[in-house]
C-alpha cells in the first residue's frame, strides 16, 4: 500500500464542527483530527470492516 | 409545601373530553374509574396555543411509549419540555397513532355519526376559541400499540385496571385536554367506553425539585426570535411579493481540504471505505468515516435528544 492524498469536501458547517473539535483539544489541526478519526476507526484484527 | 393541596375533580364521561388550565408546578392525575380505557390528549402553551406538544419530537426524544421520566415536547422551534411524566402505573403509552376521526368510522364501518377522539378534542377545546383544525396529534395514554416485523403500528387490547394512573406536572402554564377515546367498536379500550378521573394538584416542593433539568438553548426560538410572527388570519394562501428568501448559512459552499495519508492510513481507509455507497470516491468515503467516528466521541444526545441532566 502506498501512500495516498485525498480530497476531503467539507462544507462551512462540518469544517466549523471539526474545528469546534480541535479547538476543544481532540487535535492539533483538522487534518490531524481526520488522521485521528481514522486511526480510531480501524477496525481490529478479525472484525468486520465497512460495518 | 410537604402535601399536594388538591384544587379541580372532574368525571370524564365516555364520548367527552375537558380542555384545562394546568399552571406551572401543578399536577394532573388522569386516573381510571373502571379500567381498560384509552385516553387521547394535547396539551398547549396557555398564553401561546401556536406552542403545542410535538408527538415526533417527543418519540425522537423518548421512543414510541413515553412513560415515567419522559418529558412532553412542544414542536420546532420551541422544543420546551411542557410536562413531565412523574408517574405511571400502567405504563402503555403510544405516540405513533394519530387520533381516531370521523373520517374512520364512516369510511371503515359505515358511520354517519361515531364518537372520535378528533371531535372530541375539537369540541372541548372550543371552549378555548380552537378550532378542529388546532386539534395536534395525540398523546395516547393508556393505549398499547406495537409495531409488526413489516413495520406496520397495530393497536392490541390493553389490561389497565382500575385505579391506575398517570400524573403530569405542568413545566410551564398549559391547557391540557384529555378525552375518553371515542373508538368502542375496536380493540383500543377492550370494545368498551368508560369513565375517566380528572384531578389537579399543586405539586409539592419535592416532587418540582425532581424534574430533571433540561438544557435551555438559542434555538428553543420564540415568536420574538421569529422573521415573521404574526399569526395569519386568512384562509387563502397568497404570495408575498416582497418576499426575499433568507436561509439560515446560505449559500452552503464547500471547501477543500487535502489530507495526505500515510501507507498504514491509506489501508485504513481502503478497509473501512463504504465503496457501495461511495464507489471509488476516497473524499465521500473519508468524510463519512470521520463524521461516524465524531458521532461515536462526542455525540451524547441520541437522535438529536437533548442530554437531561439527573437530579
Given at each position: 500500500m502506498q501512500e495516498r492524498s485525498v480530497k476531503l469536501r467539507l462544507n462551512q458547517q462540518q469544517l466549523e464542527l471539526l474545528q469546534r473539535t480541535v479547538a476543544g483539544g481532540?487535535?492539533?489541526?483538522v487534518v490531524d483530527l481526520v488522521r485521528r478519526a481514522l486511526r480510531e476507526s480501524a477496525p481490529s484484527r478479525g472484525e468486520k470492516p465497512n460495518g | 409545601m410537604a402535601e399536594r393541596e388538591p384544587l379541580f375533580t372532574w368525571t370524564m364521561l365516555p364520548g367527552t373530553g375537558k380542555a384545562l388550565e394546568v399552571r406551572k408546578g401543578q399536577v394532573l392525575r388522569i386516573e381510571q374509574l373502571e379500567g381498560a380505557q384509552c385516553v387521547d390528549f394535547n396539551c398547549f402553551?396557555?398564553?401561546?396555543?401556536?406552542?403545542f406538544m410535538h408527538c415526533g419530537r417527543t418519540r425522537t426524544v423518548h421512543g414510541f411509549n413515553p412513560t415515567k421520566g419522559m418529558f412532553l415536547w412542544s414542536a420546532p422551534?420551541?422544543?420546551?419540555?411542557?410536562?413531565?411524566?412523574?408517574?405511571?402505573?400502567?405504563?402503555r403509552n403510544d405516540v405513533l397513532f394519530p387520533r381516531c376521526s370521523a373520517y374512520l368510522y364512516e369510511s371503515?364501518?359505515?358511520?354517519?355519526?361515531h364518537t372520535n377522539c378528533h371531535d372530541i378534542q375539537s369540541e372541548a377545546q372550543r371552549e378555548y376559541g380552537?378550532?378542529?383544525?388546532?386539534?395536534?396529534?395525540s398523546f395516547n395514554i393508556f393505549m398499547c400499540t406495537e409495531i409488526t416485523t413489516e413495520g406496520r403500528a397495530t393497536i392490541t387490547r390493553q389490561s389497565a385496571k382500575k385505579g391506575d394512573y398517570i400524573e403530569l406536572i405542568a413545566l410551564m402554564d398549559v391547557l391540557a385536554v384529555p378525552n375518553v377515546c371515542g373508538?368502542?367498536?375496536?380493540?383500543?379500550?377492550?370494545f368498551s367506553l368508560k369513565p375517566i378521573k380528572l384531578e389537579i394538584f399543586r405539586a409539592t416542593e419535592n416532587e418540582i425539585a425532581a424534574v430533571p433539568q433540561t438544557p435551555v438553548l438559542r434555538?428553543?426560538?420564540?415568536p420574538e426570535d421569529f422573521t415573521n410572527s404574526a399569526i395569519k388570519a386568512t384562509r387563502e394562501l397568497v404570495a408575498d411579493k416582497s418576499y426575499v428568501a433568507r436561509f439560515p448559512?446560505?449559500?452552503?459552499i464547500e471547501q477543500e481540504i487535502v489530507v495526505d495519508l500515510s501507507a498504514e492510513e491509506a489501508l485504513c481507509l481502503d478497509r473501512l471505505a463504504r465503496r457501495d455507497l461511495y464507489g471509488d470516491d476516497d473524499g465521500a468515503a473519508l468524510r463519512d468515516i470521520v463524521f461516524s467516528w465524531w458521532e461515536s466521541q462526542f455525540?451524547?444526545?441520541?437522535?438529536?435528544a437533548p442530554q437531561i441532566a439527573k437530579t
Open positions: 481532540a487535535a492539533a489541526s | 402553551n396557555l398564553h401561546d396555543y401556536k406552542e422551534p420551541r422544543e420546551r419540555a411542557m410536562m413531565y411524566v412523574i408517574e405511571d402505573t400502567y405504563a371503515a364501518y359505515g358511520f354517519h355519526t380552537l378550532t378542529p383544525d388546532d386539534v395536534h396529534d373508538a368502542d367498536i375496536m380493540r383500543t379500550s377492550n434555538s428553543q426560538r420564540t448559512n446560505t449559500p452552503i455525540l451524547n444526545a441520541a437522535s438529536g
